[in-house]
Every structure is written in C-alpha cells, then in structure tokens.
C-alpha cells in the first residue's frame, strides 16, 4: 500500500466578485481534483481554535496528525530545520522577512526612506516581500547584515526570496512579535516587538535599516524601479521542536518532497527523509515536474511521501484573481494529473489532497477555509456524479468541518 498526502498551498480562497461570486478553484477547470472528489469524500477541515495564526505551516502540522497548540513551535524553528541549520535546545529562532518600508509622507521613489530615523509611527510597511526579492540580491543583503550585527548570540542565515533566519543564541522567546503581511499599507507602530526581549529585537531590526537602505542592492533595485529590501522584519520565533517521529507511530517509511525551507522541515520535524527535489529555473512548469518527479522517485522507495506545493508568490500576491484561476488549472493537469497517474501503478494506495489559503491576506473575520478530499485507489467514481473539488460545492455545504490533526488515522486506519 503507498500513501501520499498532497498539500496544495494557497488554492483556497472567498467568493469574489469579479468571478461572479464563485471561488478560484470553483471558476477554475479541475479534471484531476473532481475526479478525487468524485471517487471519495470531500469536505472541510477545522484546527484548534487557540492555534493562532492558520499559516499554511499550521496547517502542514496538523495534517501530519500533531496538534499545533502542543507542536507547533512557529515558522522559525520549522524554517530551520528546512535549511539544516543547527538549534541548540536554548536558542530562539526568529522568521527575518525582508521587507520594504518607507517614511508616512512619502509614497515612492529615493525618498521613501530617507526621513526615517528610526522605525516608529511614522514608518509604513510598503511591502512584506520586498518587491519579491529574489534570493541571489537577498543572500548578499544577509551576509552583509550578519557581517556587522552577528556575534556570538546572534546570527543571520540565508534562506530563499525575502524569507530568511535569525537565531538569538540563548535567547528570550516570549516577546510579542507580529507577521508583516498583516501590516502592509499601514503604520507599524503598534506591531513592532514588545514584551521580554523586545529591546533587543527592535535594536536589531533599526540597525538592518540603516544597514539596508543604502546597500549598493539597494540603490541598483531603485535604480530599476524595484522596491528596495530596506529592513529585516523579526517574527515567527520559537525552539527547536521534538516531536514522536510518524514513521514509528505507524510502522511506516516515509519523505517530504518540498521546495519550501518550512514545509521541508514540518516533514524533517516529523521524522520523515527530505527528498531531493531536481535543479529547476523559476519556470513554473520546471517546478512542477520537478516535484512530480520527485514523488515518483520517492513512491518506489517509501510507503508514505507528504508533498507540499502549490502557487508562487508572484501569484498569491497578483492583484487579477484570474490569474490564480489559470494557476490553478495549471497545477491540476501538470501536478495532480501525473501524480494519479503514478499511483495507478500501484495496486493498492490512498490519497488525500488538502488546500488551504496559504498567504496569510488580510481577509479580515472571513478567512477562507481548508478543503480536503480522501480517496481510495480501488473506489471507482460514482455514476453520475456531479461532485467538484471546491468550497461551495454542495458536496459540503453545511456540513461540519472535521479535525484537521484527525485525518492521519484515517489515512491509515489499520497501520501502513
């Protein structure tokens, strides 16, 4: 029996007009995701309400059957695992996001910046991923950080695009920090970091933006009419997690295939082999394969792979939500298509495929929900069926959402 988890990131979304009140995922043409709904069940998932913040991390937590208020210990640590970076049992672990800001008078240009003296009410958050930064630029605005803030406490460590690590050695965890998407076009007076600690992150993060801000990066991204990377935003912290490896639990072998540093190390933390995923440009189809190949590859060595993927940054953040719906279509025929068409293969294996918003997007008291759909290789569609993978199909309307920590053991409901 092979068992697979496919966590399609950020394909769930709300109603929106411009769709004639339908989703992305409703408005999009999914042969592949109805076909699974078609031959299971389909339906939403809930976590615990105390979780916090429902980033896909979470979710990726929960699905692997761990409850977040017990283990999760925020992105950062994940994010570290992912990038094989060494934690003492001591050390916080901070997401360092890359970020623009500029002064509240200002709105574009050179002068963005230029009459901050240091981050307070007057400073806005322009943009949480600094223009998208790509990780080449970002690598060298790291090392440079590093070169005149890191010590024997505290370092930086590259990671990809705009998502990037602090580690404070034996450091204080409980300061109150807050996610920079949640604060994009507006003041971050009241969300800079307060509570234990909080001295020593604020100096930090002042000091980035003086080190920043007239980086030869910098002026080049400006010169391009590029948003500069102009301050390192610390959030996300926590500990090393340990957790009961899920291999043991179900008598299992096991990898997570993964180009995210941080679902790579929810599947690390779980005890699960990272697979090596093939060198791949920025095209998307390349990624796409690459990850469909690497499923593969791992299928005829494991019993159980945990896949994460799902749509780009450039596509999260795009303004024309048509552009999703043409994502997502995309991801169902080069993604799901050649993956059922792997596990065909196999006489026996089951499937469950989860989506969730991914990007946490300021919707306000209405955040779109987690959808799943669980299939078995042997069911075959129901005749007639006219069931879609989609949040407001009627499959699921009213219906109550199930546990999200609860799937893993009905995925194996007698054991691998």
């Not at 007009?17 to 408005?27: D, H, M, R």
Request: some cysteine; proline content about 6%.
């Amino acid at each position: 029996m092979k068992y697979l988890i496919l966590h399609a990131d950020g394909m769930a979304d709300l109603a929106c007009a411009e769709l004639g009140g339908s989703t992305p995922l409703q408005a999009a043409k999914t042969l592949f995701l109805d076909q699974i709904a078609q031959r299971g069940e389909v339906g939403l998932l809930s976590l615990p309400s105390d979780a916090g913040t429902a980033g896909s991390d979470v979710t990726g937590v929960a699905v692997l059957g761990y409850d977040p208020k017990k283990y999760y210990p925020g992105p950062g640590p994940l994010e570290a695992a992912g990038l094989g970076v060494t934690v003492g049992d001591q050390d916080v672990v901070f997401r360092c996001t890359m970020v623009t800001v500029r002064g509240e008078s200002t709105s574009s240009g050179k002068d963005r910046a230029a009459d901050i003296k240091k981050l307070g009410p007057h400073v806005v958050m322009e943009d949480a991923t600094a223009g998208l930064i790509e990780t080449e630029q970002a690598r060298e605005l790291v090392e440079a950080v590093n070169e005149q803030l890191g010590s024997e406490n505290i370092q930086f460590y590259p990671g990809s695009g705009h998502r990037h690590l602090m580690v404070w050695v034996g450091g204080k965890s409980r300061a109150t920090c807050v996610d920079p998407q949640q604060l994009v076009g507006h003041s971050i007076a009241e969300a800079l970091p307060s509570g234990d600690g909080a001295d020593v992150l604020r100096k930090i993060m002042d000091a980035s933006f003086f080190i920043l801000r007239d980086h030869p990066v910098n002026e080049e991204r400006e010169q391009e009419g590029l948003k500069p990377a102009n301050c390192l935003w610390l959030w996300g912290q926590g500990r090393a997690p340990l957790w009961p490896p899920l291999p043991e639990r179900y008598q299992i072998s096991g990898a997570v295939v993964s180009a995210s540093d941080v679902h790579r190390g929810v599947g690390l933390c779980a005890g699960l082999d990272a697979a090596e995923l093939p060198a791949a440009s920025g095209d998307e189809s390349e990624r796409f394969a690459g990850c469909v190949t690497a499923v593969v590859q791992e299928l005829a060595k494991r019993d159980f792979v945990y896949l994460h993927a799902g749509l780009s940054d450039d596509v999260l953040h795009a303004t024309n939500v048509h552009d999703k719906v043409q994502a997502i279509e995309r991801f169902d025929a080069q993604v799901i298509g050649p993956i059922l068409a792997a596990l065909a293969k196999y006489p026996a294996y089951r499937l469950l495929v989860v989506c969730d918003p991914g990007l946490a997007k300021g919707y306000g008291s209405d955040v779109p929900p987690i959808l799943y759909a669980l299939c078995d290789g042997a069911a075959q569609p129901s005749v007639g069926s006219s069931t879609r993978f989609h949040e407001q199909d009627k499959t699921i309307a009213g219906s109550a959402p199930r546990d999200a920590t609860k799937l893993m053991m009905r995925l194996f409901p007698r054991g691998a």
